[in-house]
Every structure is written in structure tokens, then in C-alpha cells.
């Protein structure tokens, strides 16, 4: 099993940046892809951004494309989101997930393996 803990949310003003932190525990931690996904209130889970495995190839929503960046350091079994530029609409709970499938395109939420907690990112006006 994989146990996954996000850390570095926060309140931050508009405009603002914070990095997000996903702390994975195992050996295999170069054996998944990783994702990055987010929710507001009253709103389905949404993938934000995902990196493969080896961290070549990595993906944005189109909301966040140009101000996030998702990156991993497999010797560190650990992914980062930094996040600039922010506004008050990227305001969700951040998810960090893996998966051990390999597709083409992006993975299904309902094909992760492993999700951590949660942090909170707020971003005032």
C-alpha cells in the first residue's frame, strides 16, 4: 500500500504563489504516475495537473495551464505543485493521487490507486 500526505496549503492573495508538497510512503514510488486533483464546495473533483512516472511527460487543465507546474522527485518519493498567479476561482481542496495504469491520454479519477488527505488552498480577492 501507498499512503500519501499533501502539505503546503494555505490563504494567499490573488496573484500570489504557493507549492504544494505530496509525500509518498513505499519503495514504489517510481512505479506511478501521480496526479494532482482539486475540489471546491458544490463542485466534482477535477484533475488540475499529472506527471508519468519517469516526469516527462505531464499534463494541465486548460484553467491552470501556464500558471501550475506539476514536477517529482522519485529519490524524495515526493510531488510537487507550484502554483502561481493564482485566483480566487483555483479556491479548493487539493487531492494528490497515483496510479499504476498506463494510458495514452489522462487516467480516470476512478482509476487511482492511492489518495492522500487533502489541503486547503484558499485564494482571496
Known amino acids: 500500500q501507498v499512503q500519501l500526505v499533501e502539505s503546503g496549503g494555505g490563504l494567499v492573495q490573488a496573484g500570489g504563489s504557493l507549492r504544494l508538497s505530496c509525500a509518498a510512503s513505499g519503495r514504489t514510488f517510481s512505479s506511478y504516475a501521480m496526479g494532482w486533483f482539486r475540489q471546491a464546495p458544490g463542485k466534482e473533483r477535477e484533475l488540475v495537473a499529472g506527471i508519468s512516472r519517469s516526469g516527462l511527460r505531464t499534463y494541465y487543465a486548460d484553467s491552470v495551464k501556464g500558471r501550475f507546474f506539476i514536477s517529482r522527485d522519485n529519490a524524495k518519493n515526493t510531488v510537487y505543485l507550484q502554483m502561481n498567479s493564482l485566483k480566487p476561482e483555483d479556491t479548493a481542496v487539493y487531492y494528490c493521487?497515483?496510479?499504476?495504469?498506463?494510458?495514452?491520454?489522462?487516467?480516470?479519477?476512478?482509476?487511482?490507486?492511492?489518495w492522500g488527505q487533502g489541503t486547503q488552498v484558499t485564494v482571496s480577492s
Open positions: 493521487a497515483a496510479t499504476s495504469r498506463v494510458v495514452a491520454g489522462t487516467v480516470p479519477l476512478n482509476l487511482y490507486d492511492y
